[in-house]
Protein backbone atom coordinates (compact mmCIF):
# COMPACT_ATOMS: atom_id res chain seq x y z
CA UNK A 1 0.00 0.00 0.00
CA UNK A 2 1.11 3.74 -0.91
CA UNK A 3 0.62 5.99 1.94
CA UNK A 4 0.36 9.73 0.81
CA UNK A 5 0.88 12.87 3.30
CA UNK A 6 0.41 16.50 2.74
CA UNK A 7 3.02 18.48 4.97
CA UNK A 8 3.26 21.78 5.12
CA UNK A 9 7.34 21.86 5.34
CA UNK A 10 9.24 19.57 4.40
CA UNK A 11 12.86 19.62 5.40
CA UNK A 12 14.55 17.06 3.09
CA UNK A 13 18.09 18.34 4.13
CA UNK A 14 19.60 16.50 0.72
CA UNK A 15 18.14 20.40 -0.43
CA UNK A 16 16.01 23.11 -0.21
CA UNK A 17 13.26 23.08 2.38
CA UNK A 18 10.04 22.43 0.56
CA UNK A 19 6.62 24.02 1.00
CA UNK A 20 3.22 22.11 0.73
CA UNK A 21 4.52 18.61 -0.69
CA UNK A 22 3.58 15.23 -0.56
CA UNK A 23 5.34 12.32 0.49
CA UNK A 24 4.75 9.13 -0.24
CA UNK A 25 5.98 6.24 1.11
CA UNK A 26 5.75 2.12 0.58
CA UNK A 27 7.15 -0.45 2.26
CA UNK A 28 9.04 1.57 5.22
CA UNK A 29 10.57 3.57 2.47
CA UNK A 30 10.23 6.82 1.00
CA UNK A 31 9.50 6.73 -2.60
CA UNK A 32 8.51 9.92 -3.95
CA UNK A 33 8.63 13.90 -3.15
CA UNK A 34 5.41 15.67 -5.19
CA UNK A 35 3.48 18.68 -5.48
CA UNK A 36 0.68 18.69 -2.72
CA UNK A 37 -1.84 20.01 -6.13
CA UNK A 38 -2.23 16.41 -7.59
CA UNK A 39 -3.07 14.51 -4.43
CA UNK A 40 -6.68 15.00 -3.04
CA UNK A 41 -6.77 12.25 -1.14
CA UNK A 42 -3.39 12.80 1.00
CA UNK A 43 -3.78 12.63 4.88
CA UNK A 44 -3.73 16.19 5.61
CA UNK A 45 -0.25 17.45 7.77
CA UNK A 46 -0.14 21.08 6.54
CA UNK A 47 0.37 22.30 9.92
CA UNK A 48 3.62 20.26 10.31
CA UNK A 49 6.99 20.37 9.35
CA UNK A 50 8.97 17.44 8.93
CA UNK A 51 13.04 16.46 8.93
CA UNK A 52 14.58 13.42 8.61
CA UNK A 53 14.40 11.01 11.89
CA UNK A 54 17.30 12.86 14.28
CA UNK A 55 20.62 10.66 14.72
CA UNK A 56 22.52 10.87 18.30
CA UNK A 57 25.66 10.26 17.04
CA UNK A 58 27.06 9.16 20.91
CA UNK A 59 25.59 7.50 23.84
CA UNK A 60 25.53 4.44 25.92
CA UNK A 61 22.74 3.10 26.57
CA UNK A 62 23.41 0.66 29.08
CA UNK A 63 23.48 3.65 31.53
CA UNK A 64 19.85 5.22 30.43
CA UNK A 65 17.82 3.45 33.67
CA UNK A 66 20.13 6.27 36.10
CA UNK A 67 18.00 8.93 37.32
CA UNK A 68 20.71 11.22 37.65
CA UNK A 69 24.11 11.56 36.48
CA UNK A 70 26.94 10.11 38.24
CA UNK A 71 29.08 11.85 40.43
CA UNK A 72 28.97 16.07 40.39
CA UNK A 73 28.63 18.32 37.78
CA UNK A 74 32.52 19.36 37.26
CA UNK A 75 34.36 17.09 38.89
CA UNK A 76 37.03 15.52 37.29
CA UNK A 77 36.78 13.54 34.58
CA UNK A 78 38.84 10.69 35.74
CA UNK A 79 37.27 10.45 39.36
CA UNK A 80 33.72 10.30 37.41
CA UNK A 81 35.43 6.88 35.06
CA UNK A 82 35.88 5.79 39.27
CA UNK A 83 31.94 6.53 39.65
CA UNK A 84 31.44 4.30 36.78
CA UNK A 85 33.21 1.66 37.41
CA UNK A 86 31.80 1.71 40.83
CA UNK A 87 28.33 2.05 39.94
CA UNK A 88 28.73 -1.56 37.69
CA UNK A 89 30.22 -3.14 40.21
CA UNK A 90 27.15 -2.13 42.35
CA UNK A 91 25.03 -3.60 39.80
CA UNK A 92 27.05 -7.01 39.97
CA UNK A 93 25.39 -10.26 38.70
CA UNK A 94 22.17 -8.46 37.74
CA UNK A 95 24.33 -6.83 35.45
CA UNK A 96 22.97 -8.65 32.37
CA UNK A 97 19.26 -7.69 33.20
CA UNK A 98 19.66 -4.52 34.31
CA UNK A 99 21.24 -3.38 30.97
CA UNK A 100 18.82 -5.56 28.95
CA UNK A 101 15.73 -3.19 30.53
CA UNK A 102 18.11 -0.18 30.44
CA UNK A 103 18.85 -0.26 26.63
CA UNK A 104 14.99 -0.43 26.24
CA UNK A 105 14.82 2.32 28.36
CA UNK A 106 17.02 4.38 26.46
CA UNK A 107 15.27 3.30 23.17
CA UNK A 108 12.17 3.92 23.85
CA UNK A 109 13.31 6.96 25.26
CA UNK A 110 15.25 8.04 22.04
CA UNK A 111 12.08 7.64 19.99
CA UNK A 112 9.99 10.26 22.55
CA UNK A 113 12.07 12.72 21.31
CA UNK A 114 12.45 12.23 17.16
CA UNK A 115 15.46 10.04 17.67
CA UNK A 116 15.40 7.35 14.93
CA UNK A 117 18.76 6.19 14.78
CA UNK A 118 21.77 5.81 17.94
CA UNK A 119 25.09 5.14 17.69
CA UNK A 120 25.77 2.89 20.31
CA UNK A 121 28.69 2.40 22.44
CA UNK A 122 27.84 -1.79 23.17
CA UNK A 123 29.46 -3.58 26.13
CA UNK A 124 29.74 -7.09 26.42
CA UNK A 125 27.71 -9.52 27.35
CA UNK A 126 25.30 -8.45 25.19
CA UNK A 127 21.63 -9.33 24.51
CA UNK A 128 20.35 -9.22 21.04
CA UNK A 129 16.37 -8.91 22.58
CA UNK A 130 18.34 -5.40 24.43
CA UNK A 131 17.51 -3.59 21.02
CA UNK A 132 14.45 -5.00 19.47
CA UNK A 133 12.65 -1.84 18.93
CA UNK A 134 10.77 -0.86 15.80
CA UNK A 135 11.40 2.58 15.71
CA UNK A 136 14.82 2.86 16.28
CA UNK A 137 18.07 1.93 14.44
CA UNK A 138 21.50 0.91 16.41
CA UNK A 139 24.52 1.43 15.24
CA UNK A 140 25.76 -1.03 17.56
CA UNK A 141 29.52 -0.08 18.68
CA UNK A 142 31.46 -2.75 20.45
CA UNK A 143 33.87 -1.10 23.36
CA UNK A 144 36.77 -2.61 22.78
CA UNK A 145 39.34 -2.19 25.65
CA UNK A 146 42.75 -3.38 25.98
CA UNK A 147 46.14 -2.37 28.12
CA UNK A 148 45.86 -5.77 30.12
CA UNK A 149 48.40 -8.12 27.84
CA UNK A 150 46.92 -11.19 28.84
CA UNK A 151 43.47 -10.44 27.69
CA UNK A 152 44.13 -7.88 24.40
CA UNK A 153 43.72 -11.62 22.30
CA UNK A 154 40.61 -12.26 24.04
CA UNK A 155 39.03 -8.44 23.58
CA UNK A 156 40.08 -8.76 19.71
CA UNK A 157 38.23 -12.06 18.86
CA UNK A 158 34.86 -10.58 20.30
CA UNK A 159 35.35 -7.73 17.78
CA UNK A 160 35.87 -9.73 15.35
CA UNK A 161 33.14 -11.64 16.33
CA UNK A 162 30.53 -8.24 16.60
CA UNK A 163 31.73 -7.31 13.47
CA UNK A 164 30.22 -10.36 11.11
CA UNK A 165 27.21 -10.93 13.93
CA UNK A 166 24.66 -12.39 12.16
CA UNK A 167 21.66 -9.67 13.28
CA UNK A 168 18.26 -11.19 13.27
CA UNK A 169 16.90 -7.72 13.84
CA UNK A 170 16.92 -5.43 11.11
CA UNK A 171 17.41 -2.44 13.02
CA UNK A 172 21.00 -3.58 14.15
CA UNK A 173 24.21 -2.69 11.91
CA UNK A 174 27.80 -3.35 13.86
CA UNK A 175 30.72 -1.10 14.48
CA UNK A 176 33.69 -0.86 16.74
CA UNK A 177 34.68 1.54 19.62
CA UNK A 178 38.55 1.23 20.32
CA UNK A 179 37.51 3.28 24.17
CA UNK A 180 40.03 5.47 24.41
CA UNK A 181 43.96 6.19 24.54
CA UNK A 182 43.92 5.45 28.07
CA UNK A 183 42.34 1.80 27.72
CA UNK A 184 43.53 0.94 24.54
CA UNK A 185 47.01 0.15 23.42
CA UNK A 186 47.76 1.39 19.87
CA UNK A 187 48.36 -2.29 18.52
CA UNK A 188 44.60 -2.89 19.72
CA UNK A 189 43.40 0.46 17.74
CA UNK A 190 45.15 -0.69 14.59
CA UNK A 191 43.47 -4.02 14.29
CA UNK A 192 39.87 -2.29 14.95
CA UNK A 193 40.71 0.00 12.00
CA UNK A 194 41.57 -2.78 10.12
CA UNK A 195 38.93 -4.59 10.79
CA UNK A 196 36.69 -1.67 9.95
CA UNK A 197 38.43 -1.09 6.50
CA UNK A 198 38.22 -4.67 6.03
CA UNK A 199 34.22 -5.34 6.34
CA UNK A 200 33.15 -1.34 5.88
CA UNK A 201 32.50 -0.76 9.42
CA UNK A 202 32.36 2.34 11.27
CA UNK A 203 34.59 3.17 14.03
CA UNK A 204 34.47 5.90 16.91
CA UNK A 205 36.68 6.26 19.58
CA UNK A 206 36.92 8.68 22.57
CA UNK A 207 39.76 10.94 21.91
CA UNK A 208 41.27 14.82 22.83
CA UNK A 209 38.33 14.31 25.70
CA UNK A 210 40.67 15.63 28.84
CA UNK A 211 43.66 17.25 29.97
CA UNK A 212 44.62 14.59 32.27
CA UNK A 213 44.06 12.51 28.59
CA UNK A 214 46.65 14.25 26.85
CA UNK A 215 49.05 14.90 29.66
CA UNK A 216 49.25 10.92 29.77
CA UNK A 217 49.87 11.10 26.20
CA UNK A 218 52.45 13.71 26.16
CA UNK A 219 54.57 12.96 29.93
CA UNK A 220 52.98 9.78 30.84
CA UNK A 221 51.98 11.15 34.15
CA UNK A 222 48.71 12.82 35.41
CA UNK A 223 45.44 10.89 37.38
CA UNK A 224 45.37 8.60 34.43
CA UNK A 225 48.32 7.30 35.46
CA UNK A 226 47.73 7.06 39.18
CA UNK A 227 44.59 5.34 38.21
CA UNK A 228 46.08 2.82 35.84
CA UNK A 229 48.93 2.20 37.92
CA UNK A 230 45.76 1.22 41.05
CA UNK A 231 44.46 -1.44 38.26
CA UNK A 232 48.10 -2.52 37.66
CA UNK A 233 47.58 -1.39 34.16
CA UNK A 234 49.95 1.10 33.54
CA UNK A 235 53.32 0.33 31.56
CA UNK A 236 55.99 2.35 30.02
CA UNK A 237 56.02 1.02 26.99
CA UNK A 238 52.47 1.93 26.18
CA UNK A 239 52.36 5.18 27.63
CA UNK A 240 56.48 6.52 27.25
CA UNK A 241 55.50 10.30 26.71
CA UNK A 242 56.12 12.00 23.86
CA UNK A 243 52.89 11.33 22.19
CA UNK A 244 49.59 13.18 21.34
CA UNK A 245 46.19 13.04 19.66
CA UNK A 246 47.79 12.78 16.43
CA UNK A 247 49.31 9.27 16.62
CA UNK A 248 45.39 8.19 17.12
CA UNK A 249 43.95 9.95 14.51
CA UNK A 250 46.79 8.95 11.92
CA UNK A 251 45.69 5.71 12.40
CA UNK A 252 41.73 6.35 12.33
CA UNK A 253 42.28 7.80 8.90
CA UNK A 254 42.81 3.98 7.36
CA UNK A 255 39.56 3.15 8.98
CA UNK A 256 36.00 3.25 6.69
CA UNK A 257 34.37 5.72 8.88
CA UNK A 258 36.20 7.04 12.32
CA UNK A 259 34.46 9.38 14.57
CA UNK A 260 36.24 11.49 17.12
CA UNK A 261 33.90 10.99 20.14
CA UNK A 262 34.02 14.66 22.23
CA UNK A 263 37.57 16.44 20.42
CA UNK A 264 37.07 18.47 23.04
CA UNK A 265 41.56 19.60 23.06
CA UNK A 266 42.09 19.22 19.50
CA UNK A 267 45.15 20.95 18.57
CA UNK A 268 45.50 23.20 15.32
CA UNK A 269 47.72 20.52 13.15
CA UNK A 270 44.37 17.66 14.43
CA UNK A 271 42.01 20.11 13.10
CA UNK A 272 43.72 20.48 10.10
CA UNK A 273 43.44 16.87 9.62
CA UNK A 274 40.74 16.28 10.28
CA UNK A 275 39.29 18.60 7.67
CA UNK A 276 41.75 16.77 5.17
CA UNK A 277 39.96 13.70 6.14
CA UNK A 278 36.95 15.00 6.33
CA UNK A 279 35.91 11.99 3.69
CA UNK A 280 35.86 9.79 6.19
CA UNK A 281 36.30 11.36 9.56
CA UNK A 282 34.16 13.42 11.98
CA UNK A 283 33.69 14.48 15.68
CA UNK A 284 31.16 13.99 17.81
CA UNK A 285 30.17 16.98 19.95
CA UNK A 286 28.31 16.05 23.24
CA UNK A 287 27.35 19.51 24.28
CA UNK A 288 25.56 18.53 27.45
CA UNK A 289 27.95 16.06 28.88
CA UNK A 290 31.11 18.86 27.92
CA UNK A 291 29.17 21.47 29.68
CA UNK A 292 29.22 18.38 33.11
CA UNK A 293 32.84 18.56 33.08
CA UNK A 294 33.17 22.25 32.73
CA UNK A 295 35.82 22.05 30.01
CA UNK A 296 36.59 24.35 28.11
CA UNK A 297 35.23 26.29 25.54
CA UNK A 298 34.43 23.54 22.12
CA UNK A 299 36.32 24.23 19.14
CA UNK A 300 33.23 23.30 17.12
CA UNK A 301 33.31 26.82 15.47
CA UNK A 302 37.14 26.53 14.47
CA UNK A 303 36.08 22.72 13.23
CA UNK A 304 33.50 23.90 10.91
CA UNK A 305 34.78 26.85 9.56
CA UNK A 306 37.90 24.52 8.65
CA UNK A 307 35.89 22.24 7.03
CA UNK A 308 35.61 19.29 9.33
CA UNK A 309 32.30 17.35 9.86
CA UNK A 310 30.97 17.84 13.50
CA UNK A 311 27.59 15.52 14.58
CA UNK A 312 26.20 15.52 17.65
CA UNK A 313 25.98 13.34 20.35
CA UNK A 314 23.97 13.10 24.19
CA UNK A 315 26.43 10.71 25.27
CA UNK A 316 25.08 8.49 28.20
CA UNK A 317 22.54 9.55 31.31
CA UNK A 318 26.08 9.01 33.43
CA UNK A 319 27.03 12.40 32.01
CA UNK A 320 23.22 14.15 31.11
CA UNK A 321 20.43 14.18 32.76
CA UNK A 322 18.20 12.83 29.40
CA UNK A 323 18.85 11.33 26.29
CA UNK A 324 17.01 14.25 24.13
CA UNK A 325 19.38 14.71 21.46
CA UNK A 326 17.17 17.97 20.28
CA UNK A 327 18.14 19.55 23.81
CA UNK A 328 21.86 19.42 22.39
CA UNK A 329 21.23 20.89 19.38
CA UNK A 330 19.15 24.25 21.21
CA UNK A 331 22.34 24.10 23.36
CA UNK A 332 24.64 24.72 20.51
CA UNK A 333 21.97 27.06 19.00
CA UNK A 334 22.49 29.50 22.27
CA UNK A 335 26.34 29.16 22.77
CA UNK A 336 27.31 29.50 19.14
CA UNK A 337 24.44 31.77 17.46
CA UNK A 338 26.98 32.13 14.72
CA UNK A 339 26.52 28.49 13.51
CA UNK A 340 24.18 28.74 10.47
CA UNK A 341 20.77 26.77 12.09
CA UNK A 342 20.41 24.43 8.62
CA UNK A 343 24.35 23.69 9.46
CA UNK A 344 22.49 22.59 12.89
CA UNK A 345 20.27 20.14 11.28
CA UNK A 346 23.14 18.74 9.06
CA UNK A 347 24.67 17.54 12.19
CA UNK A 348 21.77 15.53 13.72
CA UNK A 349 21.24 13.84 10.24
CA UNK A 350 22.86 13.72 7.17
CA UNK A 351 26.24 14.22 8.75
CA UNK A 352 25.00 11.79 11.81
CA UNK A 353 24.41 9.57 9.09
CA UNK A 354 27.56 9.55 7.32
CA UNK A 355 29.70 9.04 10.35
CA UNK A 356 27.80 6.25 11.19
CA UNK A 357 27.73 4.51 7.65
CA UNK A 358 24.10 4.49 6.86
CA UNK A 359 23.84 7.38 4.67
CA UNK A 360 22.14 4.73 2.10
CA UNK A 361 19.08 4.41 4.75
CA UNK A 362 18.75 7.25 7.24
CA UNK A 363 19.73 10.94 7.80
CA UNK A 364 17.87 12.95 4.32
CA UNK A 365 14.27 12.68 3.08
CA UNK A 366 14.60 11.54 -0.35
CA UNK A 367 13.37 8.36 -2.39
CA UNK A 368 14.63 5.39 -1.17
CA UNK A 369 15.38 6.56 2.50
CA UNK A 370 13.51 5.72 5.87
CA UNK A 371 10.15 6.91 5.91
CA UNK A 372 11.09 7.57 9.80
CA UNK A 373 10.88 11.69 10.09
CA UNK A 374 11.28 13.68 12.59
CA UNK A 375 7.93 16.23 13.12
CA UNK A 376 6.89 19.50 14.55
CA UNK A 377 3.53 21.20 14.96
CA UNK A 378 3.56 24.41 13.11
CA UNK A 379 0.94 27.15 13.74
CA UNK A 380 -0.77 28.09 10.89
CA UNK A 381 0.72 31.38 9.55
CA UNK A 382 4.32 30.96 11.14
CA UNK A 383 6.00 33.40 9.75
CA UNK A 384 9.72 31.24 10.25
CA UNK A 385 9.32 27.68 10.74
CA UNK A 386 13.27 26.74 11.29
CA UNK A 387 12.69 29.15 14.02
CA UNK A 388 9.68 27.59 15.68
CA UNK A 389 10.86 23.64 14.74
CA UNK A 390 14.43 24.85 16.62
CA UNK A 391 12.34 26.38 19.99
CA UNK A 392 10.00 23.23 19.68
CA UNK A 393 10.42 19.85 20.36
CA UNK A 394 9.91 16.85 18.09
CA UNK A 395 8.57 13.72 18.18
CA UNK A 396 9.26 10.66 15.78
CA UNK A 397 6.99 9.35 13.19
CA UNK A 398 7.04 6.09 11.14
CA UNK A 399 5.12 7.13 8.08
CA UNK A 400 4.98 3.42 6.72
CA UNK A 401 2.58 2.89 9.30
CA UNK A 402 0.44 6.05 8.99
CA UNK A 403 -0.31 8.30 12.30
CA UNK A 404 -2.14 7.49 15.11
CA UNK A 405 -4.40 10.23 17.36
CA UNK A 406 -1.32 10.44 19.63
CA UNK A 407 0.98 11.02 16.83
CA UNK A 408 -0.88 14.24 16.00
CA UNK A 409 -1.72 15.51 19.35
CA UNK A 410 -0.16 19.14 19.80
CA UNK A 411 -1.40 19.48 23.54
ZN1 LIG B 1 31.11 8.09 25.43
Redesign the pocket.
Known sequence: MIWKYRIGWVYTISGLPIEDATLLVEDGQIIAIEESSIWPDAIDLREWAVMPALINA???LEFSNLKYPLGTQGMSFPQWITEVIRYRQGIGDGIATEKVQAIQSGLRESARHGVGVVGE?ATLPLTESAYQNPSVHVVSLLEVLGLDPARVTERLAQAEEHAIYPWSLTNVTPGLSPHAPYTVRMDVVEHCVALSAAQQLPLAM?LAETLEELELLEDGTGPFRTMLDGMGLFSEEDFPGGKRVMGYLKQLAQAYRAMV??GNYLHETEVAFLAEHAETMSVCY?PRTHAYFHHDRHPIEDLLAQGVSVVL?T??RASNPDLNLWKEVQLVQREFPDIPDEQLLGMVTKDAAFALGVEDRFGTIEPGRSAKVAAFPIPAGCPDVLTAMLAGQPRLWNLAEGLSEVDLATA
Open positions: HTHIHVHCGDS
